[in-house]
């Protein structure tokens, strides 16, 4: 059965990193570009960050540029997200999962197989 697992996430002081992993079982995840979400409470989930398969390319909403890095390890089958420079509003359940469409997306609606996901809060 095809199933993402999300982990790293934590509570993490203003100013702090967290590495997030996105690990598979159940289907090779490099055949398939990996889109990253978060939803904070009371807000619809948003796109973050995706990366393509073959390429690599990689794609970041405006608010975590320079800040976030999305990369993939194929040989260990997951995708990681680096998060560097938290900030308050950044808190949120992440989430990743497979992308549907074969173009660079940060839509949820062109994104099934969706993880558990990962609390990540930022506070002092």
């Known amino acids: 059965q095809a199933q993402l697992v999300e982990s790293g996430g934590g509570l993490v002081q203003p100013g702090g990193s967290l590495r997030l992993s996105c690990a598979a079982s159940g289907f090779t995840l490099g055949y398939y570009a990996i889109g990253w979400f978060r939803q904070a409470p009371g807000k619809e989930r948003e796109g973050v960050s995706c990366?393509?398969?073959?390429?690599?390319?990689?794609y970041y909403t405006d608010s975590v540029k320079g800040r976030f890095t999305i990369s993939r390890d194929n040989a260990k089958n997951t995708v990681y997200l680096q998060m560097n420079s938290l900030k308050p509003e950044d808190t949120g359940v992440y989430y990743c999962?497979?992308?549907?469409?074969?173009?660079?997306?940060?839509?949820?609606?062109?994104?099934?197989?969706w993880g558990q996901g990962t609390q990540v809060t930022v506070s002092s």
């Open positions: 999962a497979t992308a549907r469409v074969t173009w660079p997306s940060l839509t949820p609606d062109d994104y099934r197989n």
């Open positions: 990366i393509t398969t073959n390429n690599g390319w990689t």
